[in-house]
């Protein structure tokens, strides 16, 4: 994917949609559209900016932000302040792709936008995939988490520090964290499970090939 996802903010309250906005023009791979703070205004963006993924609030002041969701053919994930069970499950039946309960932490957002951003990388629309693929980009998007803010432990923190910006092995990694290789293996296969760091192999001239770690850009 080299084209930016253009991403249309749909909230009422211009604070939340401008902060929404901010964090979604951060990232790399997306391209933030000006925020829409009604229906009516969602609507005619829909038809001229053509939108690749939708954030909406649940309620709005000319209708139901969920029903809009399910109304379009776009990708979208519901941001709402409501918590009742049914709402819920009304935007997940209306098709959104995953729910944030409002407010919350800025990386919480930018852990959707991640995941997304990878999700649409493994099921590009230019070619056919295979069911590995689709249980790889289902995993992605739907990975699970330790709390509703996406935060990570402590130890993966400290494990993410540790590797910064080049790549490195799982040795290397555990000196610089101060933790045994054993506990970096262990958090660093599970970074790799969730797509945030990447393995790849380095062959020498004899023995088993070294795992290198590298952290995963959108």
């Known amino acids: 994917m080299t084209t930016p996802l253009r991403v249309l903010v749909v909230d009422d309250d211009f604070r939340v949609a401008g902060l929404h906005r901010e964090i979604v023009a951060e ?60 709402t819920v499950r009304r935007a997940l039946r209306a098709g959104a ?45 739907h990975a699970v988490s ?20 080049d790549e490195s092995s799982a040795s290397e990694i555990a000196d610089r964290a101060g933790v045994s290789r054993a506990t970096a293996q262990r958090h660093l296969a599970a970074l790799a499970t969730r797509g945030i760091v990447e393995v790849r192999l380095r062959y020498g001239t004899t023995g088993r090939p070294e795992h290198r770690y590298v952290r995963r850009r959108a």
């Open 97 to 141: 792709l995953g729910y944030l309960v409002k407010p919350f932490e800025r990386r919480a957002l930018v852990e959707v936008l991640d995941r997304y951003a990878r999700f649409r990388n493994v099921l590009d629309e230019e070619r056919s995939v295979s069911q590995d693929e689709i249980d790889r980009a289902l995993g992605i998007l």
């Open 146 to 165: 330790d709390t509703s803010s996406v935060s990570r432990s402590a130890t993966e923190q400290v494990i993410l520090g540790a590797l910064g910006d």
């Open 27 to 86: 990232r790399s791979a997306y391209r933030a559209l000006e925020p829409a703070r009604t229906l009516a205004d969602a609507t005619a963006a829909v038809r001229s900016e053509h939108p690749d993924l939708l954030l909406v609030d649940a309620y709005l002041p000319d209708g139901d932000g969920i029903a809009f969701v399910r109304e379009t053919s776009i990708d979208a994930f519901v941001l709402s302040a409501a918590t009742d069970a049914a």
